[in-house]
């Protein structure tokens, strides 16, 4: 990996790597169209339908490949080049993005058209998100793994930030299928920057054993590794509970606040604000000393600002709790995937993401699936104020039990830390207390 020789500051000091600054960059520009296209989208869904459930349905499709599918994504992940995995994965999310623009332009798209292109990304994200995720540590080094992990986060939010509110006054001046086009043009951005890295080759991985034992193996890690399960069920739990609040934006906008996509947009990119502030947070610092306490904290207060968000009824107010919600949501979810790395062993990076990335989006279609159902029967309120009581319990649980996991976590963070060539004394000094 090539570096900078000159001193970057600390919350920017993974772009000493001009391998993660073409990522970086790339990634940007095709993560706000992603944005743009999951607002579209899901206006596009409730317009054509006027159901939450459909909503629900749609966000299920999408995510649930990922809880098939990511252990098999993550096995190829540590058996094949990630650079070349993500490659492909983003080329194919183009096609489709072109696909449902030319139908939504047309004039012609059915929902049940939507619904087979969501699942179809759903099977690119079961093999992108871990190969994604597995990348950065070739990109940055373990050095700056945390700090790449978390401007990673920054770039999304900044992203859902921008994509949103672009979406939705695109979405109410010109149409949905605009917003589609925009995102299937935003990958050439990435597919370029991909294509410019010049990356070292990786040690060959030793391939005894068939797919079917490698992913259990990756499961077994997981299991008996007390730190990183107890996060992921967390993750699991929050991901069930409480993320489905975005998928009930469109009805809260609707039923709630009495406005159309471009309010839609707005609390969207408030969210996104809240979690760019929430990512930045976390690239500042300089090791991992707590983060499990931020962890906890940080579930516990999303959980409890949606219980406040379902009972606002201004735009203004709803907007303004958006924004601390998007800061502690980026922050659980930010915090656990950079302890959850800076635990585990190279070797099983991509499968121990496959794991992260079932708890983080392969959970959340159940949830989208019953947030949908209370929606409709009990009211969005309740939908959301259950959800965040839910997420706020689990967060409650996992505090008491941080104690139990800390000494196990220092010896993981120790042991991985000696693989990458850092002295044991000044990895001590850092994983002293992770809170875990």
Known sequence: MTTSSRP???????????????????????????????????????????????????AFANQFPVFLLAPLGGAVADRHSRHRAVLGTQSSAMLLAFTLAGLTLSGTVRVWEIFILATLLGVVNAFDIPARQALLVELVGREDLMNGIALNSSLVNAARVVGPAVAGLLV??????????????????????????????????????????AIVEGFWFVWRTGPIRALLVLLGIVSLTALPYSVLMPVFAARVLHRGADTLGLLMGAAGLGALAGALSIAARQGVRGLGRWVAAASLAFGLLLVVFATSRTFWLAMGLMVPVGAAMMIEMSASNTLIQAMVPDALRGRVMAVYSMMFMGMAPFGSLAAGAIADRLGVRWALALGGLACATSAVVFWLRLPAHRIQARQLLVAQEMAGGVPAASVTSQAGDTGD
Do not use: K
């Open 172 to 213: 109410a001046a010109i149409g949905e299928g605009w917003c589609f086009l925009v995102n299937g043009t935003s990958y050439l951005a990435v597919l370029g920057c991909l294509l410019a890295m010049r990356l070292p080759p990786r040690a060959a991985s030793h391939r005894a054993h068939s797919a079917g034992r």
């Open 8 to 58: 970057l500051p600390v919350l920017f000091r993974a772009f000493a790597h001009r391998n993660y600054r073409l990522y970086f960059f790339g990634q940007f520009v095709s993560v706000t169209g992603t944005w743009m296209q999951a607002i579209a989208q899901d206006w596009l869904v409730y317009r054509l339908t006027g159901s939450a459930v459909q909503l629900g349905l749609v």
